[in-house]
């Protein structure tokens, strides 16, 4: 049964927007039309962030290597962005340095680097980070002592952003469309189109969580946000015109700090194919990725197979001679699918990351697919996106308000000072009180009243994390989550430790009981979904 019912005047209602999709993307096209007014309905088949925008490298750069392909515009969107989450989500989006260090092999030299590095200082003029500055071999190593010293020619240092838990930008993003009166639903899997001759009329879509309960909402206009999934669905509706999407998968690998491991990001050339490679700080330990390789399997139950792994290993004890990682070193994988425009060949890294809002007229009338973008661009999309609604629906363009407004955890004149008096005044240890203005920044207020109400909800229930009580009644009753693996992997984050939330699955299904009503059957069924659910990462833990 759902925490948070459907509403029963659904299909009475008929909605200005329908978005299939509660990813990065979905999520703010639902943020940016309902705050410009629209009635706006949100549907996902999983739970926010489910998907592609959760296996990413976590970064939100300006995509330096884009460059090399003359998507100057990209680059330029990308960094104007970046530095916007700066400022409107600062304890999700926090600046990162890099060093690429550069190698007799590699097919980028010095002179090449060099002027990449102009031009992203250049292309990113109103930055707050500082500029590139470049280093000598003797450098290189007096500050990267880890680094291959065969071939090595120096190094370049710069700045770029991350985002650690790109869950939380997600869920950010729907709960601020929801405060804006957009309906945001859960487990609800688009079945069909509604259509009247060649317009859609509006979605047909299942209950994942009653029954497969039944449904048919009405919209003019319904933005397909499904990410790989874009053609499964305009396929499965029989509405498909000509592919669209072209996904590649990227997997990474996480271990802890090891020997060699730098003290900031580094990103450097693979050996095997020259595709950038990253090695990133990252949850107290390292993301180290990725690949780029064209996939057409299950896009439901994605893995990181050994041929990738291996490869991923090569390369970082390649760059880090003294890391000598194994696969024994690693305590899970992760995999996602980038939803990349359909190109027959060529090269993967070549294939754009721009994005592309695809309207079906003539041959589908109120129908729109996104296809591509990434990560970082993902509020330019979204205004974007809407622009194209207004005019779909001919109605006088409402001006977009995202580009200054706060996220909901970074909604305060003074981010730096709040996070000091949080932490004097929340009489909460210092572990805990870093991690709730890390994960809910301001919102860290809401779980405290939550505290005041049941001193026990205080009690930490993930020794690893510090974790408490209060943050799985906050996911559950504010945060829309609806099963153990929302809080764990997509609210509290503890399923993003090397345990994946083995333990705590058991602690959160008790607290359930407790708060929430569920009987033994319900809690044991919850803790095995999730048990099977964190399979897909191949946790060194037994699950």
């Known amino acids: 049964m759902r925490l948070r019912p459907i509403p029963s005047y659904i299909e009475d209602f008929s909605y200005d927007l329908i978005i299939i999709g509660g990813g990065i ?54 960094l104007r962005e970046r530095e916007r989450l700066f400022w409107t989500a600062p304890h999700l989006v926090k600046p990162l340095p890099f060093v690429i260090p550069f190698f007799r092999h590699n097919k980028r030299g010095p002179l090449l680097i060099r002027l990449g590095m102009i031009g992203y200082d250049i292309l990113s003029f109103d930055k707050s980070v500082p500029f590139h500055t470049m280093m000598s071999h003797k450098k290189a190593l007096e500050e990267y002592p880890g680094l291959n010293q065969l071939g090595l020619k120096g190094a370049a240092l710069y700045y770029d952003g991350q985002v650690e838990l790109a869950e939380r930008m997600c869920i950010e993003n729907a709960l601020s469309a929801h405060e804006n009166g957009a309906t945001i639903l859960t487990y609800a ?19 994942l969580l009653d029954d497969e309960r039944t449904y048919q909402v009405k919209s003019p206009v319904v933005i397909n946000v499904s990410g790989p999934w874009v053609d499964t669905l305009l396929r499965g509706t029989k509405h498909a015109t000509r592919q669209l999407m072209g996904g590649t998968k990227g997997s990474h690998i996480i271990v802890d700090p090891f020997h060699g491991s730098p003290k900031s990001a580094i990103y450097f050339e693979s050996v095997a194919d020259g595709r950038p490679m990253f090695i990133i700080p990252w949850n107290k330990r390292y993301l180290i990725g990725c690949t780029d390789i064209r996939y057409d399997d299950d896009l439901d139950y994605i893995v990181a197979n050994d041929e990738e792994i291996a490869y991923i290993l090569h390369e970082v004890n390649g760059v880090i001679p003294e890391a000598k990682l194994t696969t024994g070193d690693i305590h899970y994988t992760h995999s996602g699918i980038r939803p990349l425009p359909h190109t027959a060949d060529g090269s993967t890294a070549s294939i754009t990351r721009r994005h592309i809002v695809y309207d079906h007229a003539p041959d589908v009338q109120g129908l729109f697919s996104i296809i591509g973008g990434k990560l970082t661009t993902f509020r330019a999309l979204a205004e974007h996106a809407v622009d194209a ?25 003074d981010f730096i000072a709040f996070r000091t008096e949080f932490k004097q005044k929340s009489d909460l240890p210092s572990e805990t009180a870093e991690r709730l203005l890390d994960i809910y920044g301001v919102r860290s207020l ?23 009580k209060a943050e799985v009644i906050f996911a559950f009753k504010h945060e829309m989550a609806e099963r153990i693996s929302d809080v764990l992997m997509r609210r509290t984050m503890i399923g993003l430790e090397p345990n994946m939330g083995i333990g705590e699955d058991e602690e959160t299904a008790k607290i359930g009981q407790v708060y929430f009503g569920w009987d033994d059957e319900r809690a044991k069924a919850e803790v095995a979904y999730h048990r099977e659910y964190i399979k897909r990462f191949r946790p060194k833990i037994q699950c």
């Open 389 to 413: 609604v207004f005019r779909k629906l001919k109605r006088k363009k409402v001006k977009c308000g995202t580009f200054h407004m706060p996220f909901p955890g970074a909604n305060v004149l």
């Open 446 to 468: 809401e779980i405290l009243k939550i505290i005041e109400g049941d001193a026990d909800l205080k009690t930490c229930f993930s020794p690893n994390t510090g974790a408490i």
């Open 25 to 78: 993307n979905g999520t703010a096209i639902a943020r940016d039309a309902a705050m410009r007014g629209l009635n706006v309905l949100l549907l996902e088949k999983e739970d926010l962030c489910a998907g592609t925008s959760a296996w990413s490298s976590r970064l939100m750069h300006g995509g330096l290597r884009y460059l090399e392909y003359y998507e100057i515009d990209l680059v330029r969107e990308s």
């Open 189 to 207: 899997r688009v079945d069909d189109f509604i259509m009247s001759g060649d317009t859609v009329q509006g979605v047909k879509f299942s209950d």
